[in-house]
């Protein structure tokens, strides 16, 4: 049984009604990202109040986010605390952690072109087997 109240506490965060109901919908749906328009409708709030307690969350690095055609996606953060790719279903948000870099090599190439401090984005996008074999 996951403690959300001890969650709040231990990043200082004052507990309200939806700021409990946002964190325990995301830790139930933690292998996918969630748009803040299901969230918003899965625990009745307004659209200010989900954003509000979201970008609260992902100040404090509870939570990650991600766009998906052009709207705002959120997902619990991984047991897996370093830093780390994800690939996610452009269709139901489905995320799968990935444990190596898929730019390492593309990065060493780019070096060869004179380039250096690279940086890159954590998120991979696709459509996932369910999605592709249901459409
Ligand atoms: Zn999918
Ligand atoms: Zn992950
Ligand atoms: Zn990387």
Redesign the pocket.
């Known amino acids: 049984m996951v403690d959300f109240l001890q969650i709040l506490k231990e990043h200082n965060i004052k507990r309200t009604k939806y700021r409990m109901a946002i964190l325990e919908l995301l830790i139930k749906e933690e292998y996918r990202f969630i748009s803040i328009d299901e969230i918003q409708d899965r625990v009745s709030s307004d659209f200010s109040t989900a954003y509000r307690a979201l970008e609260l969350f992902e100040e404090n690095e509870m939570i990650y986010k991600t766009k998906i055609n052009e709207k705002m996606y959120y997902s619990y953060r991984c047991s897996n605390k370093e830093y780390h790719h994800h690939l996610i ?1 452009t ?4 995320k799968v952690s990935l444990d190596f870099c898929p730019f390492e090599d593309l990065e060493k190439k780019c070096e060869t072109l004179g380039f250096g401090s690279f940086h890159h984005s954590r998120d991979l996008f696709g ?2 087997k ?2 592709k074999n249901e459409s």
């Open positions: 279903c269709e139901c948000g489905l459509i996932c369910k999605c």
